[in-house]
Nanobody
Framework: QAQLVESGGGLVQPGGSLRLSCAASGSIFSINAMGWYRQAPGSQRELVAGISNGGSTNYADSVKGRFTISRDKANNTVFLQMNSLKPEDTAVYYC??????????????WGQGTQVTVSS
């Protein structure tokens, strides 16, 4: 049974917006920090954004000012609001449970991924 389930991906034009959601089990969500990663074709998986239990965040330089990570503790859900999307944001986006020590670090707990395509 999947412990992290992403949703909200799709096709959007440059400059548009999407919001990704990640539903986690209560045990994972209460113990771990949460993050979003992405992997484009031919590229390594990279951290997009991370958030601690206390709400501290960090972002990849390429998405600062455009993306926002948040968490809804009541519903065990993490969000990634993506604005001003660019073609280079095209990738499969993965939710992750990990830890936060000034920056986000992943544990080996991943969602199945959701495709985001930014194209005109």
């Amino acid at each position: 049974q999947a412990q992290l389930v992403e949703s909200g991906g799709g096709l959007v034009q440059p400059g548009g917006s999407l919001r990704l959601s990640c539903a986690a089990s209560g045990s994972i969500f209460s113990i771990n920090a949460m993050g979003w990663y992405r992997q484009a074709p031919g590229s390594q998986r990279e951290l997009v954004a991370g958030i601690s239990n206390g709400g501290s965040t960090n972002y990849a330089d390429s998405v600062k000012g455009r993306f926002t990570i948040s968490r809804d503790k009541a519903n065990n859900t993490v969000f990634l609001q993506m604005n001003s999307l660019k073609p280079e944001d095209t990738a499969v986006y993965y939710c992750n449970a990990g830890y936060y020590r000034g920056s986000y670090y992943p544990a080996n707990i991943w969602g199945q991924g959701t495709q985001v395509t930014v194209s005109s």
